[in-house]
């Protein structure tokens, strides 16, 4: 009898931990759900979905966010994150996370998004960062992709003018190491259809190593980057999100310096920047770029330069 009840209570929280993990999971998916109508046609969906799964694992910190990291969270709205802020100058730090219900503008169904990915822990990161740590406690993830259309397409054929000078395999190698919240580092290799496997494997390479958090320093990022200020008009490398149906969405929520790990061949930087906290509400992010951008010139009816 007690091995019977045993076993029935043993079940019972086997299904309730995968009960809670499929709920977790189904919130991750309506999210992207809901964003995805937004999106541009060739945006990078698994650099969406690995920042929501490593939040998963290192939820933000209420009391210590900053915008920027908030802005990271894409079911959030410029309105909502202001009225964040607004909320704990007024009222001091959280003490339980189910305050964020009486924030304006936080609906029930923005609660139950958040709840996931945030947490009270008042530990830092960094307490906890050393070398043995950073070998075994650190996430690393590797993706490798192969794709090829069966039917033999025709500029695989061998007629004159009709030729790729490459094989028509897509090859594509992803590497992610993480962590926590303060150190990251990626590689990205991508071979398309038609272009040359011997000599060069891989026709596009992307790469780069990024630290969070260092006091005044807030980032800085080694390799490939974007950057994203204002709402397009300053400076905008990278994807953005589109018009929704939520009046607030209007308004671009601009990340700053955000290391590049999509595979998207464009819009991004090759060299280093960082963003400092020169003072409260004023941040500096220089940047140097090596990288050779395409442009396009408009000319009017007299042949001047627009």
């Known amino acids: 009898m007690r091995f019977r009840m045993l076993t029935m209570l043993l079940v019972m929280i086997t299904f309730i931990a995968n009960a809670q993990i499929a709920e977790q999971e189904v919130n991750v998916r309506d999210i992207l759900e809901s964003v995805a109508e937004n999106l541009p046609d060739d945006y990078d969906m698994t650099e969406l979905i690995e920042v929501l799964s490593r939040l998963k694992k290192h939820p933000i910190n209420l009391n210590k966010t900053s915008s920027e990291e908030l802005k990271t969270l894409v079911f959030l709205s410029p309105l909502q994150i202001s009225n964040f802020f607004a909320y704990i100058k007024e009222n001091g730090n959280f003490v339980d996370v189910l305050e964020l219900q009486t924030i304006d503008a936080f609906d029930v169904k923005t609660v139950e998004s958040l709840i996931p990915f945030v947490t009270l822990n008042a530990t830092t990161e960094y307490e906890k960062l050393s070398f043995h740590n950073l070998i075994n406690l650190g996430e690393n993830d590797v993706v490798m992709r192969y794709a090829q259309t069966l ?81 397009g008009i300053t400076l905008w490398s990278g994807f953005s999100f589109g018009k929704g149906p939520d009046v607030t969405s209007v308004a671009k929520k601009d990340l700053g310096l955000k290391p590049y790990t999509s595979a998207n061949e464009y819009s991004f930087l090759r060299g280093a920047s960082a963003t400092i906290n020169l003072h409260k509400n004023f941040d500096l992010t220089p940047f140097v770029s090596f990288r050779n951008l395409d442009a396009s010139q ?3 009816l007299d042949g001047n330069l627009v």
């Open 298 to 300: 408009d000319f009017d």
């Open 151 to 231: 039917q033999k397409q025709k500029g695989f054929t061998d007629l004159p003018g009709n030729r790729y000078l490459g094989t028509p395999e897509r090859f594509q190698t992803r590497y992610r190491f993480h962590y926590g919240t303060i150190v990251s580092a990626a590689i990205t290799f991508d071979k398309d259809a038609g272009e040359k496997f011997i000599g060069k494997p891989f026709d596009f390479f992307s790469g780069n190593i990024a630290l969070y958090k260092l006091g005044k320093i807030k980032k800085v990022v080694i390799g490939d980057y974007t950057l994203q200020f204002g709402q």
